[in-house]
């Protein structure tokens, strides 16, 4: 539940922000569908069952004006954050490291000075953690950069100490082997073949020796005491190269070591795969893990405005996932920063980019926003350009915009910077700002199973969301045409409207009620 000083200081963000905005952004939150609070006039949290948001500072707000993106600039933009409705930060590495993306760590204990100081993150915290919310920082420790100064010793001798932190080839190696996804994996020379699955720059830790795991522990125990609340783990099934088992057993000991120094920390993991083989991290180790599978589903739903089997998957994997730690959490999201972005992939269908939200955000798990995808910002690979600057203004400003790289997918005369998108009612980021207010105003959005419906129609995806004390109906109109159902059997009960954001019509008939829903439209019904 909301802390006094936070419902209060809510309470006065929507005054100022009516205040900034005028009539019609009063207008917005109060009308039909408004103001999505719950009847104390709060917004729910239950951490970390939280909409969360993947940062890449690079990219944000930049505080100093050298155009790269930094701390204090995140810590200028937490109103916008928690404005939109977000509990939680997922921060990508801001470590010291030589690339412009920072999965290379060259010192665990620091901040990169293009992003700040150890000071300023300790900042970023407070003020965060005043706003309700909560910070989980990107921990890659399946590799260091080659620059770290464990590698650099280990490559110079091998009498350094530091040598068996990593692997290097005996003998035995063939060195023309290739990875999972026919990369190649040995580099370096001579006497120095190391393994680097991701990358040359990216040697990989070894694993198998004892201090390498204690060393990433105390890092680990190092940011906790600063006051992180969790970690996204970076490449979390590659720590032992193709041996799920022995990663699962590495995470439950990560796990049950920071588990010491903070019982709440939150732990997500990145394992990229299908759910019987995700499931076993989440036994006594990962907190949660991202559903890639679900990810593609929501898209395919969105882009074929139709029912892409998302639903029957997401209740399928749930079962199965709680049979094997019922206190498991799916991470649900629609992309990250290692693919193509959303808009794009939708090819600039704003409807569908909002049905994309609408379903996201009313399905179970722990949703992850990725920077930037409440604007539509689009992006395809290469990677750079999936992680261009936020758009925060309408015209070049020398203020907070980051510029380290030139926009390929996002230039300014789109118009769908943050600046043109508040005042807009109908925009993507008002979309997104309500479907997020709906789902922290109603328990059973937030908490609630997931349940299929026997109800079929093209454009439809219906389900159930439900508590042992509340039930209600979501159906979402995925497509252009205007959708007509029969609530008949126990649907026929649910004749009150929790929300709608394109209702027709809502009717009794003999059977039950008939139910006419707009295009691209979203309606919530609740037992009478
Ligand atoms: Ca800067």
Do not use: C
Request: a negative charge; aromatic letters at 12%.
């Amino acid at each position: 539940m909301m802390s006094k000083k936070l419902k209060i200081f809510l309470v006065i963000s929507i005054i100022v922000s009516v205040a900034i905005t005028g009539f019609s952004m009063t207008m917005l939150w109060v009308g039909v569908n408004g103001p999505y609070l719950n009847s104390q006039g709060e917004l729910l949290s239950d951490w970390p069952n939280a909409v969360i948001y993947e940062v890449f500072v690079r990219s944000f707000y930049d505080s100093d004006g050298d155009g790269i993106g930094d701390l204090n600039g995140l810590t200028e933009k937490l109103d916008y954050l928690q404005d939109l409705g977000i509990e939680g930060l997922w921060l990508m590495p801001i470590n010291p490291s030589p690339s412009y993306h920072k999965y290379d760590v060259t010192d665990y204990y620091d901040i990169d000075p293009e992003y700040g100081t150890l000071e300023d993150f300790n900042r970023l915290l407070t003020e965060a953690h005043n706003r309700g919310i909560k910070i989980l920082m990107d921990l890659v420790v399946n590799h260091t950069s080659s620059q770290h100064p464990w590698f650099k010793d280990a490559y110079l001798s091998s009498e350094s100490s530091y040598r068996d932190w990593y692997v290097w080839a005996d003998a035995e190696t063939n060195l023309l082997e290739r990875g999972e996804w026919n990369q190649q994996v040995w580099h370096g020379f001579g006497e120095n073949h190391y393994e680097g699955i991701f990358w040359e720059g990216m040697p990989d830790l070894n694993f198998d020796n004892p201090a390498v795991k204690k060393e990433i522990i105390q890092i680990a125990d190092y940011w906790l005491e600063q006051g992180v609340d969790g970690f996204r783990l970076d490449a979390a099934k590659h720590i032992y190269s193709r041996d799920d088992q022995a990663n699962v057993a590495w995470w439950q000991e990560f796990r049950q070591a920071l588990d010491e120094t903070n019982p709440d920390v939150f732990l997500v993991g990145e394992v990229w795969a299908e759910a019987s083989v995700v499931a076993p991290y989440l036994q006594e180790g990962l907190n949660s893990a991202f559903d890639f599978d679900l990810s593609s589903k929501i898209l395919a739903s969105a882009k074929q405005e139709s029912n892409a089997g998302a639903v029957s998957y997401l209740s399928r994997v749930r079962e199965y996932v709680s049979t094997i730690d019922e206190e498991a959490i799916d991470s649900i999201f629609l992309t990250n920063h290692d693919m193509n972005r959303i808009m794009s992939e939708l090819n600039g269908n704003v409807n569908q980019a909002k049905m994309a939200a609408s379903l996201l955000l009313t399905l179970p798990g722990t949703p992850f926003i990725y920077y930037g995808e409440e604007l539509g910002m689009e992006g395809k690979k290469p990677d750079e350009q999936i992680r261009e600057p936020m758009l925060w203004y309408n015209a070049p400003t020398d203020t907070g915009q980051t510029t380290w790289e030139k926009a390929r997918y996002n230039l300014d005369e789109k118009a769908i910077s943050v600046e043109s998108q508040l005042t807009d009612p109908d925009s993507l980021y008002n979309h997104y700002k309500r479907m997020i207010y709906l789902r922290r105003s109603n328990d059973v959005l937030i908490n609630g199973e997931i349940e299929t419906i026997g109800l079929t129609a093209p454009g439809l995806i219906g389900f159930k969301r439900l508590t042992p004390e509340e039930e209600v109906v979501v159906l979402h109109n995925m497509s252009v045409t205007p959708l007509e159902l029969e609530l008949t059997g126990d649907l026929a009960e649910f004749s009150e409207v929790l929300f709608e954001n394109g209702l027709l019509e809502l009717k009794s008939n003999s059977v039950g009620q008939v139910i006419s829903i707009n295009p691209y439209s979203t309606v919530i019904l609740m037992p009478e």
